[in-house]
């Protein structure tokens, strides 16, 4: 007798929408892997390798170190280092006692939601962002609320927009992020100011992704920390200082949050590579090497900054910082994932659809990632221009 077939679904808290940028990736790499031509634009990932120095200290470790356990906040020399950065850098006094290692931001994000909300809060964020913010939501029982960015405030989201939503039905946090993703807008410092005082009348928690500091190349990026210690900072050692497969990354967190944030990173992650800790205290000291690497996104930065509206691309959002340009496509399209998978066919150009960023408006949207290098760039522009003259 066979044995019967179980019937199982897939939770519904699984259900969430796929992250289109790495679905891209995906079709990319299946293209290169047939011998086709393929010019990468579509994930947010630097394309160098991390510092010389950052290598060197792994190496270093792996040889004379026990690689092992590290307390669930991290090394404590790390997050001395992180301290030290943020005086430095921006004047900040951050307590060693308020930071957490994490496994990259995306840990940051999961800590975040699941420390500060309870099941069915409302967080808002901007439209369009970041869609793995709004799928781990979903998948932690917390309801996204979208707040659509306009052309007139610069694509950001405003003290104004943020009280007509709480008014609507209330708040329990905002996540925002500033240099952006899929944009690289950023918040002017006046701006950053007043829309967390209205988070403060609000009793709103916000939540600040600044993984885009230090690739900036318009304006200056401010951290919510000069304004507040209540709010949650998130960054990761991924965009700047190019170590995205390290998955290392450091939360700032608000006193009431620290044990809570303790208690979850030790049952869900445990802690942090040790490996990846002892190098990422070096990335610090490789100012230099990176600020090189930022000088060649600044020229294909511009490069895109020209050529996408010769192109025929409209209406480029302000590419503030970060390294993507996110540019309206509808002189050739109004379903944004097809035009993407044609793009990546007909040219062998891999770049990511709005919709995956706002699936409400992104459908005519195309972002493009400049982190590659700068024959990407330049071939791709070419490529384009070719195929849609």
């Known amino acids: 007798m066979k044995p019967p077939i179980l019937q199982h679904a897939a939770s519904l808290r699984s259900a969430v929408?796929?992250?289109?940028?790495?679905?891209?990736?995906?079709?990319?790499?299946?293209?290169?892997?047939?011998?086709?031509?393929?010019?990468?634009?579509?994930?947010?990932?630097?394309?160098?390798?991390?510092?010389?120095?950052?290598r060197?200290?792994?190496?270093?470790?792996?040889?004379?170190?026990?690689?092992?356990?590290?307390?669930?906040?991290?090394?404590?020399?790390?997050?001395?280092?992180?301290?030290?950065?943020?005086?430095?850098?921006?004047?900040?006094?951050?307590?060693?006692?308020?930071?957490?290692?994490?496994t990259g931001s995306s840990a940051g994000f999961i800590l975040s939601?699941?420390?500060?909300?309870?099941?069915g809060a409302r967080v808002g964020l901007a439209a369009p962002g970041y869609p793995a913010y709004r799928n781990v939501m979903k998948a932690l029982g917390l309801v996204a609320v979208s707040i659509p960015v306009r052309a007139e405030n610069r694509y950001v989201i405003t003290p104004q927009d943020v009280e007509a939503v709480h008014a609507q039905a209330p708040l329990d946090g905002l996540l925002i992020a500033s240099?952006?993703?899929p944009s690289g807008t950023m918040l002017m410092p006046q701006a950053f100011t007043a829309l967390i005082k209205s988070c403060n009348r609000c009793n709103i928690r916000l939540i600040s992704d600044e993984i885009y500091h230090g690739l900036v190349y318009e304006g200056t990026a401010e951290t919510a920390l000069s304004h507040t210690d209540q709010s949650i900072v998130i960054n990761s050692f991924s965009k700047y200082y190019c170590m995205t497969g390290w998955r290392i990354g450091w939360m700032i967190l608000p006193e009431d949050l620290v044990r809570p944030?303790?208690?979850?990173?030790?049952?869900?992650?445990?802690?942090?590579?040790?490996?990846?800790?002892?190098?990422?205290?070096?990335?610090?000291?490789?100012?230099?090497?990176?600020?090189a690497i930022r000088e060649l996104y600044a020229r294909n930065r511009q490069k895109l900054l020209t050529a996408l509206p010769?192109?025929?691309?409209?209406?480029?959002?302000?590419?503030?910082?970060?390294?993507?340009?996110?540019?309206?496509?509808?002189?050739?399209?109004?379903?944004?994932?097809?035009?993407?998978?044609?793009?990546?066919?007909?040219?062998?150009?891999?770049?990511?659809p709005g919709v995956d960023f706002d699936p409400d408006n992104g459908q005519t949207m195309m972002r493009f990632s400049y982190a590659g290098d700068a024959a990407t760039i330049d071939r791709a522009i070419a490529a384009m221009a070719r195929w849609l003259e």
């Open 310 to 352: 010769q192109i025929g691309f409209e209406s480029l959002h302000p590419a503030d910082g970060a390294f993507y340009v996110y540019a309206d496509a509808r002189r050739f399209t109004n379903d944004a994932l097809d035009f993407s998978r044609t793009l990546l066919d007909s040219t062998g150009v891999a770049a990511t």
């Open 113 to 119: 939601f699941l420390s500060a909300f309870d099941s």
């Open 17 to 54: 929408d796929p992250f289109l940028a790495m679905d891209v990736m995906v079709a990319a790499q299946s293209r290169a892997a047939e011998g086709k031509p393929v010019l990468r634009m579509e994930v947010g990932e630097p394309g160098h390798q991390a510092p010389i120095i950052v």
């Open 56 to 102: 060197e200290a792994a190496k270093a470790a792996i040889d004379q170190d026990r690689i092992s356990y590290t307390p669930a906040l991290g090394l404590p020399a790390l997050r001395e280092r992180i301290s030290a950065h943020y005086q430095l850098q921006y004047g900040a006094t951050v307590p060693r006692q308020r930071i957490a290692i994490t």
């Open 179 to 181: 240099p952006a993703n």
């Open 261 to 291: 944030v303790e208690r979850l990173a030790q049952s869900l992650y445990i802690s942090a590579p040790y490996i990846s800790q002892i190098a990422a205290i070096k990335a610090f000291d490789a100012t230099p090497e990176l600020d």
